[in-house]
């Protein structure tokens, strides 16, 4: 059970939207809609967000808030073997943590470069230990501020935080209005084709970026959920964070994309087009230093808010779950995704740290994608919904109901059924090939394990030991 709360509905709302607005929404969702055709993108991407989205968001924040707790002790408050369950939800988060904290670093770094006026692109900066260097202070400025607590560090940070981005997103929009390229990018974004809607690759990339972009099925909304006070309406709360959401990522594309029709550059490359094409004509503009400067500002806050969050759910569960504190729990947990991080972090510096000929960071989010994400989210709904089946649940959840109860589920298993099928086969082959070839990455990924695997022992030898001792 936890005592603390958020200090008010405003408070609560900047903090969840702050979890939801990140990288996922100016970074990664202008590569998914570039690569995806544009306008093509958009109608899956609105069904799964307000089909799916939103009733699995109300799911969590309500649970979150009824049982008053964390996501592995609300597993196991529905049966004691759960617990592991959750514990796989928390690692999830924390492994995207673990890459997530590599590329805030990396927009940390072009924030200082611009600032500073060496204006640095993604090839030399790469080419440096500097991906490095910033991974490790965007992890530090995570681990303090929730070492601060939930009021204390992450609402305070949030309370200036957020502000600032939408002011920010705001006024690159309104330079946006005044390219050449304006009118193109909006026909880019705006124009849909229902053509495509019978093509299930679509689906797959809409609900998977859908998911990561609301935080939602991570245990992450649960975690805050459980500060909320009971005053708070979470339909209409479920539905303002959907909507911000949205809107943050469609208003960053309509800065994104004229930028990239003005300067006659492609916006099909991807993990890429934030860090190597957008640069490119930031050197090229007018007042181009202050856009940059402005642009990378608000990545890097946006992704700080969002990093804290991950961050709280794995300290929420070792809090309660040990006898740590939460300023040891944090500094106990901030090391092992530092650990974990390691591998993404030295996949773009001198190292190149690849496995099976892919960057490992590439390899990780795009596994996150398709498979922690729904995995995580089936899980939720699976013991929540299924083996908990609370009636006052059911009225909690109303209309949305049905939605969580059976067409999440459906929908989730279809997707990541034909994801699995795609790409298990030749993945698994090529990282068989590169074993007998002994690949470094695969030596570091070794080293890594082994790492975690003593801090989880850490963790269970000082945390569950001596609380069992402390219940006897
Ligand atoms: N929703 C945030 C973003 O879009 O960047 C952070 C995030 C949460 C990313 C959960 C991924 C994820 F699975």
């Not at 390229?181 to 690759?201: I, M, R, Y």
């Not at 695969?442 to 989880?456: K, S």
């Amino acid at each position: 059970m936890t005592t603390e709360r958020w200090s008010s509905r405003v408070g609560f709302l900047l903090a969840t939207v702050g979890a939801a607005v990140g990288l996922g929404n100016i970074w990664r969702f202008s590569a998914v809609v570039g690569q995806n055709g544009g306008g093509a993108y958009l109608v899956p991407y609105l069904v799964a967000a307000f089909v799916c989205a939103v009733p699995m968001l109300l799911l969590e924040l309500t649970v979150g808030r009824r049982l008053r707790t964390d996501v592995v002790s609300a597993f196991r408050s529905v049966r004691a073997e759960y617990a592991v369950l959750g514990w796989v939800v928390a690692g999830g988060v924390l492994l995207i943590l673990s890459y997530y904290l590599v590329l805030t670093g990396w927009v940390l770094g072009f924030l200082v470069s611009w600032l500073a006026g060496s204006q640095t692109t993604f090839g030399p900066f790469t080419a440096s230990w500097l991906p490095v260097g910033y991974f490790v202070a965007a992890t530090a400025l995570t681990g303090g501020i929730v070492s601060l607590g939930v009021r204390g560090g992450i609402e305070r940070m949030a309370t200036v935080v957020m502000p600032t981005v939408f002011v920010v997103l705001v006024a690159l929009a309104g330079y946006a209005l005044t390219l050449p390229g304006w009118q193109e990018a909006a026909g880019f974004l705006f124009t849909p084709q229902l053509s495509v809607l019978s093509d299930p690759g679509i689906w797959s990339a809409a609900f998977g970026q859908v998911f990561f972009s609301l935080s939602v099925g991570q245990g992450i909304m649960l975690t805050y959920g459980s500060y909320v006070d009971e005053a708070t309406n979470l339909v209409t709360s479920s539905v303002l964070i959907t909507v911000t959401d949205i809107g943050a990522a469609v208003v960053a594309g309509l800065v994104i994309f004229p930028i990239v029709f003005s300067f006659g550059l492609q916006p099909t490359l991807g993990t890429e087009l934030a860090f190597t094409t957008l640069p490119t004509a930031f050197a090229a503009m007018p007042f181009g230093r202050v856009v940059a400067v402005a642009f990378f500002g608000l990545l890097f806050f946006a992704a700080l808010s969002s990093a804290v969050s991950l961050l709280e759910v794995g300290v929420a569960a070792a809090t309660n779950s040990t006898t740590l504190s939460r300023e040891r729990a944090t500094l106990l947990l901030t090391a092992g995704v530092f650990t974990a991080g390691i591998p993404s972090a030295l996949s773009y510096s001198p190292v190149r740290l690849s496995l099976a000929a892919r960057p490992v960071l590439d390899l990780i989010d795009e596994s996150v994608g398709a498979f922690a994400l729904p995995v995580s989210a089936l899980l939720i709904v699976f013991v929540f919904v299924w083996a908990a089946d609370a009636v006052d649940l059911r009225r909690d959840l109303g209309v949305f109901d049905p939605l969580v109860r059976y067409l999440v589920p459906g929908v989730l298993v279809v997707v990541t059924a034909a994801k699995a099928v795609g790409i298990a086969r030749p993945t698994w082959r090529l990282l068989v090939d590169h074993a007998r070839d002994g690949d470094i990455g695969l030596v570091v990924a070794g080293g890594v394990l082994v790492v975690l695997a003593g801090i989880g022992w850490l963790l269970r030898n000082r945390g569950l030991v001596s609380m069992e001792r402390q219940r006897r």
